[in-house]
């Protein structure tokens, strides 16, 4: 089936270090891959939309120039925290649509645990 | 605006029947989807409904009404490994997935 690997599961990093989240789909091209931030007992909050080969687009109150995507390649997205901050701690995943399999619904990686400290 | 709501938590016993509602109010309607969420884990994909009607998965089933905005997940026979939480996305007329806030199962012996 349709994976998508994401990488690392988890990471401490000190507060004004910057840390860069990679997600690649296996077996299938990704042309979009969403990223998500996940706070404790809450649920999933749509941070940009990245489109290989372009620009992402980002949901509104999420700072771009602190959260860079880059979406180079059809099989890779990545998603780097700039100058990270404690509030920024938070569960990160990635998902992708399978093309023409609509009904298998969005691949997720597994997610990326990130503590700032 | 866009809005999806479904309890927050419920709680049900080991080999019992639960049902997970959930209503939406979205700009344009492709799809809903339900997820499951294990606690510090990625989401998984249970079912996807874009049809009035009702979908059966095993244990799992998934009903629809368009018309009403309405959804539900139906659990069967649980098991102590359903604990995790569920979650209703719906796909707009942007294809862009509303997330719901999750239904906490917890399941007792």
């Known amino acids: 089936g349709a994976v998508v690997s994401q990488h690392p599961s988890w990471v401490i990093c000190k507060s004004g270090t910057s840390v860069k989240i990679e997600c690649r789909s296996l077996d299938f091209q990704a042309t979009t891959m969403f990223w998500y931030r996940q706070f404790p007992k809450q649920s999933l909050m749509l941070m940009a939309t990245?489109?290989?080969?372009?620009?992402?687009?980002?949901e509104q109150g999420v700072e771009k120039d602190k959260f860079l995507i880059n979406h180079a390649s059809l099989t890779l997205s990545t998603l780097t925290v700039t100058s990270a901050h404690p509030e920024d701690s938070s569960f990160y995943i990635c998902?992708?649509?399978?093309?023409?399999?609509?009904?298998?619904?969005?691949?997720f990686g597994s997610g990326t645990r990130l503590t700032v400290v | 605006g866009q809005n999806i709501d479904q309890p927050t938590e419920m709680t049900a016993t080991e080999g019992a029947i639960v049902q997970i509602n959930c209503t939406y109010q979205?700009?344009?309607?492709?799809?809903l989807f339900w997820y499951q969420q294990h606690a510090g884990e990625a989401p998984t994909f249970l079912s996807y409904n874009v049809l009035d009607g009702l979908e059966e998965k095993g244990r799992f089933s998934s009903f629809l009404s368009r018309s009403k905005g309405y959804s539900y997940l139906l659990l069967k026979e649980l098991q102590m490994k359903d604990s995790a939480s569920y979650l209703c996305?719906?796909?707009?007329?942007?294809?862009?997935?509303?997330w719901g806030a999750g239904t906490k199962l917890i399941i007792k012996p």
């Open positions: 979205t700009s344009g309607f492709n799809g």
């Open positions: 996305a719906v796909q707009d007329s942007n294809y862009q997935l509303i």
């Open positions: 998902s992708a649509r399978v093309p023409g399999a609509e009904s298998l619904g969005y691949t």
């Open positions: 990245s489109n290989e080969g372009s620009k992402a687009t980002y």
